[in-house]
């Protein structure tokens, strides 16, 4: 009964003298760290990137295809005459 009451003393003198606020605080900074250790946000950025150049190169391709379809000349450079 001795030693729970030690073990039990311990336990409050940490809690007395940890506020709850810094352990939460030391959790969302290891949280943080942690996250920064993976590559996701960047693969994302580089996905959306990747997703705009392809829908331009597609509009362009597009209006190629109109252009064409039209009658429209292109040069070898691929600009309209």
């Known amino acids: ?8 003393k311990v336990v409050l003198e940490v809690i007395w003298t940890i506020s709850l606020k810094n352990i939460c605080l030391w959790l969302v900074a ?10 996701a946000d960047e693969k994302a950025i580089a996905v959306v ?13 597009m209006e190629d295809v109109v ?14 005459k």
């Not at 009964?1 to 039990?8: E, F, G, Q």
């Not at 290891?30 to 590559?39: I, P, V």
Request: cysteine-free; charged content about 30%.
């Open 1 to 8: 009964m001795n030693i729970v009451l030690k073990v039990l």
């Open 30 to 39: 290891g949280w943080h760290w942690l996250w920064s250790l993976t590559s």
């Open 49 to 61: 990137k990747e997703t705009v150049r392809r829908t331009k190169n597609a509009a362009d391709e």
């Open 67 to 80: 252009d064409a379809l039209k009658g429209k000349k292109i040069n070898q450079n691929g600009k309209k």
